[in-house]
């Protein structure tokens, strides 16, 4: 069996955006998605725990902590604006998670690229010191005033990214780009001048939507997992 063969078995599962320690994080729900989906490969695409503001970690997390170190299939961590913390990693394997700053693979014939996307995005953000400043700041209105100013800015203000399309040619070379950063899950599907399907993917987020990117049996799906563990189904 060549690698081409073994890679399209693989079935890999791509969350991006928990932010681990911030007051929104939806702990519990990430819990039963990670026991309920089965995959290969689990690719962590950035921001996942929210160092630049004050996280403060309980009980529901430790317990996500164990599940995720308890986990057989590979572990890939591509790096975020959030967990920058972890930029020195890059290219290392701590405790079982390979660090990343993109994750690139071949499947079912098509080239994949996945990224956080933070490096698309314009202006303060790249403003470091700043944005940490701002974010503890974040997080102490959220916590004392239980207002999720996060999503209320990604609704209000919708990020200053580049256009999609500005997005995607830049990502030219590949069939299949995955990115998260936005928090707002969405899919473009379209046929290039020659001819080529190329697919553009957002992840969202699990502060504000729960979505995740199964990539299984030859497909990619978008998905929203369900709020109650009664509702959830088999992806099949």
Known sequence: MDTDEVDNEIVRLVIS???????????????????????DELILAGDIIDFIKVPKFTEKTALLFELLNSLTCRKIYVIGNHDYAFKKFTGKTVSGIEFMDKYEFTYSGRKYRIEHGDKYQTGIIHWRIFMTLFSIFQDWVERNFSFNLAAFYVRWKKRKLKRIWDIVQWNNDVDVFIMGHTHKPEALIWVDQDENIKTYVNTGDWVDHQTYVLIKNGNLRLKNYECAADNYSSEE
């Open 17 to 39: 955006d928990l932010h681990l320690g911030a007051a929104y994080a939806k702990e519990e729900l990430l819990c039963k998605l990670l026991a309920n989906v089965e995959c």
